[in-house]
């Protein structure tokens, strides 16, 4: 007897269609309006209950002071009164916990300010600063805020070392908006790739509100426990002001009190010196005020004239040069780029246009990838977007764009060292966006260097000082972009060498000699015209390194 078959499942065509057509629509789903699991969609969580304050400290930050080498500035938000803020300190201990720190290495600092911030929620935000000092420089530190009894975690630093040494800093554009659901995993991403990084930058605009206490407490929860270990260089943006600065910002950023000296300047018009690095905060929202616009046209020049860093970086809100729609920032570009330019700044960090933009002035290009001038950059870190401009506002003022891009959220990781800063934009996903590296000879003569790509190392970017000559003329020659030391062979070829065209070399012609590059990766050399060459030929020039196979334009040999 056969045994009855057992039913198969049944697996149609059908079938399949309708299982990918859940799947899409699962995915799908990401746009739409989540479905409510029975009737009625829960209520939105109030604000008041989410950022409610209490006795434990929240939204912790290291300030740096003007000697980041031997003080550290600390503020935090608290239920706690002006006599019991505090904080202590001590040498970064290898353990806490059941291993109690050695007897007087817990030094107890009371706070220098506790300043309740009135909020539209019903309650204060209280805001407590304690400052250290008498710290030694390079030297890690464990730290905790409280009232005595209730504490935050134990959180540790590392002083700046007393004069130059290599480090890493952030640097982010706008985050205002979508602070508690996009910017958080741009903040993340930015730190898992420079969790040594020193210092984040904030070029203005990091809430969308100046006094919404919402998105403050937002913004704070998107740098968690980063921004208590890593010095916070901010200044505001045109969003940090709604009738005058935000009632929280000198509360909760009790920036160095060093900038021109005008009563609405404090503190968002700073600078400090971080291991070799001058720092420049200056705040562009009152380009409209001639007064506090030559107040801060003066100071800056005056930083800038007596400088004994190698390095500069200077942060507004406003561009000099604007990615985004018909925006034109004329004072600021008059008054303070001839200053930035004279006096060798080298990178300028702004925000404002929610895109991103990056390049020079074209009096400082000195080829297709590479030019000598100052680094202007815009980018955005949030999730609100503007579309780019054609770059008008570039070209029509001496600049020109090198890097754009737009829809993408953006951080920024600068790696200082002796002879370089490695300056790299990467989008929300770590994916590489842009990058330069800019040389600096102890001389202070600069480049400026893309980051090679496939396509930028192909093309003219050989320079000739004349493109007629003679048989056994010289024609000098100059190129850039080249790692430093780079040996580079000098050919003379015809222009139309079929080898050459096939992108084979240019072995068919005339091996002048081999060159280096000097140590801000430029070659010059001077090429004498060989005597075995045809009247009324067109010949180049052609450069041959391991990064670089560069052309010159066409010479033509007239007799
Ligand atoms: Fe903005
Ligand atoms: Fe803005």
Redesign the pocket.
Known sequence: MNEPRKPRPIRSRQAKLAAIGAGALLFAGFALAPAAVGAAAPPVYPAAEVHKPSPIPDRMILIPTATPATGQRVSWRAEATADTAQAQILEAPRALGQVAPAPGAVATVPAIASTPVNTTLGYASTYHTVEFTGLKPNTRYTYRVGDGTNWSAWTDFTTAADGFEPFSFIYYG?A?NYIDSAVPRVFRQAFADRPQAKAIVNAG?LIDSANSEEQWGQWFKAGGFIDGQVNNISIP???EYSGGLSTFWRPQFPYPDNGPGDAELKQTVYTLDYQGVRFIGLDSNVQSNAALMAAQTTWLEGLLKDNPNKWTVVTFHHPVYSTTGTRNNPNVRAQWAPLLEKYGVDLVLQ??D?SYGRGNQVAARKSATVHNGVAYVVSVSGG?MYALNGGENWTGNGAEVRSSSQNTQLYQLIDVADDTITFEARYANGEHHDGFTIRKNDKGERTVNEIRTAENTVGEQVTVDKTSVRRLEQVKVSAYGYDPGEKVAVWWREQDDDDARRGGGGRNGTLIGYEKADELGRLEETVRVPVLVKKNGTYVVYLDSQNQKITSPAITVTK
């Open positions: 706008d205002q605009d943006g045109n969003h925000g404002h929610h609100k």
